[in-house]
């Protein structure tokens, strides 16, 4: 008889696991069916490895082919036996570049190229710059038009390729443009080199507006100990005596579960440890699971429920903020928080990540596997029984980021976003949609989205918790 042996461990910095150790067991060895004894580091012994992990726990494990092609790479036998239905599992070797997926996060900013009605011009719209990155170090910042990308004109055809580009490239030059009086004017050329990004500072003010105080909070992911670095936010807007909140997670494309659920727990009113907050659902062998809001926010062990507790607002409705790059634990705050308070979504349409999963590695002694995997492993619902948001989640009141350019800076009071929830806090609610760039009829009208990077970006993200017991 042979034994297959997996493990998961916790990690400590920002992705937290828990120590998962099961044993496979497969059927006796009978003769003439002897199971290979593949070399270690060979594809054979890998890709067996990602198989009996999957039999495990992978969400569709039922449909897992039953003789699959071992002789592949790992990365295209992984793919190969992904379900049809499977859209963020993903494998890769850790501090090995050409084993991810590559992003715009290295160089430290994200963008949109558009077309106007007619596609008769096309321009970059810089939509985020990283503190201390090689974007904000040449001087970018949100808002700043891309007119070219090495050396290239962007268009219609090329824009994509030109993207592609930049993520094969470890440096690459970047024109810009400014519009004025209706004409675009080339002004200067700038070279971005990759380099290492910290984790970014959440942005936090208390907004007043017709006699209400406000709260606007932004942050970009929910890395592991979230939670616990906001609390002296959501200590200043206790303070201040904030009458509504403004969840700003147009960009967050997510994260851990834990953080998700305790920023949660600082916001709605009548939290407690034992307030059921999220059901797990996963194949025949995970079943399924209720978790408490106490459970869920304090399993990553980086912050302590009463500390939560002491900085709840204690808030009967929310505004959040979204676009098609909210996704993953940005969109289980907004699903699972409706069962506790009035949720009001405003801007575009989420992602829809609905799906868990966490992180399997080899951590026997000495490692055999480099790769580690992040396959799909639950299907995710609030208290109230309520998920199935993979098409995205659809906002109250629609409104298009892009309908003033330039961009302003995020939790500007002028933004079209923040400005539609602010008018909604005061009495003043939108109705219908924000046209799109409505308000300056005479100028460039991004009528069409070619390339978002940020998007792109979330596709990748996943929603990530832990082994439940």
């Not at 007119?147 to 090329?158: A, F, W």
């Not at 939290?271 to 907050?277: A, G, H, L, T």
């Not at 302003?408 to 760039?437: C, F, H, R």
Request: hydrophobic share 40%; aromatic share 10%.
């Amino acid at each position: 008889m042979t034994n297959s042996i997996i493990y998961l461990k916790r990690t400590t910095y920002y992705s937290i696991y828990f120590v998962i150790l099961f044993l496979a067991i497969l059927p006796s060895c009978k003769k003439g069916n002897k199971i290979p004894d593949y070399p270690i580091g060979s594809n054979e012994n890998i890709n067996s490895w990602i198989l009996d992990s999957l039999k495990r726990y992978y969400y569709w494990n039922e449909q897992l082919p039953a003789k699959p092609n071992l002789n592949l790479s790992p990365k295209d036998f992984f793919n190969s036996i992904r379900n049809s239905s499977d859209r963020f599992s993903y494998i890769s070797i850790p501090n090995d570049p050409s084993t991810a997926t590559p992003s715009n996060r290295n160089f430290g900013f994200d963008y949109a190229t558009v077309s106007d009605q007619n596609s008769a011009k096309v321009i970059g719209v810089i939509k985020l710059v990283l503190k201390d990155s090689p974007a904000s170090r040449a001087g970018l910042k949100r808002g700043d038009y891309i007119s070219k990308i090495n050396g290239k004109t962007l268009t219609v055809t090329n824009a994509q390729t030109l993207q592609t580009e930049i993520l094969n490239s470890d440096r690459f030059s970047m024109g810009l443009a400014e519009l004025n009086n209706n004409t675009w004017t080339d002004t200067r050329t700038v070279e971005l080199n990759k380099g290492i990004i910290l984790d970014q500072r959440e942005i936090s003010k208390v907004i007043e507006s017709d006699g209400k105080k406000i709260g606007y909070l932004y942050f970009l992911d929910f890395n592991g100990g979230l939670a616990s670095s906001l609390t002296p936010v959501f200590s200043n807007f206790k303070a201040e005596g904030i009458s509504d909140l403004i969840l700003d997670l147009r960009y967050n494309a997510g994260g851990q579960v834990a953080e998700a659920a305790g920023i949660c727990a600082m916001i709605a009113k009548n939290i407690s440890f034992d307030k059921p907050f999220i059901t797990y659902r996963g194949n025949k062998n995970g079943g399924a699971k209720t978790e408490s809001i106490g459970t869920a926010a304090t399993f990553d062990g980086t912050v302590n429920f009463n500390t939560l507790l002491q900085q709840n607002l204690g808030l009967s409705r929310v505004y959040i903020l979204s676009t098609a790059a909210t996704a993953s634990a940005s969109e289980v705050i907004i699903n699972n928080l409706k069962p506790f308070i009035q949720v009001v979504l405003i801007g575009e349409k989420t992602r829809g990540k609905d799906e868990a999963s966490f992180r399997i590695f080899d951590a026997r002694s000495p490692k055999q596997v480099k790769w580690e995997m992040h396959p799909i492993v639950y299907k995710l619902f609030n208290a109230q029984g309520s998920g199935g948001y993979s098409a995205g989640i659809t906002p109250d009141i629609a409104v298009n980021e892009m309908s003033i350019l330039p961009l302003l800076q995020l939790g500007d009071t002028a933004d079209p976003i923040v400005k539609a929830a602010i008018a909604s806090i005061t009495g003043n609610a939108i109705k219908t949609s924000v046209a799109l760039n409505h308000v300056i009829p005479e100028s460039f009208k991004a009528d069409h989205i070619l390339v978002d990077s940020r998007v792109q970006s979330a596709q990748q993200s996943i929603v990530t918790t832990h082994r439940l017991k």
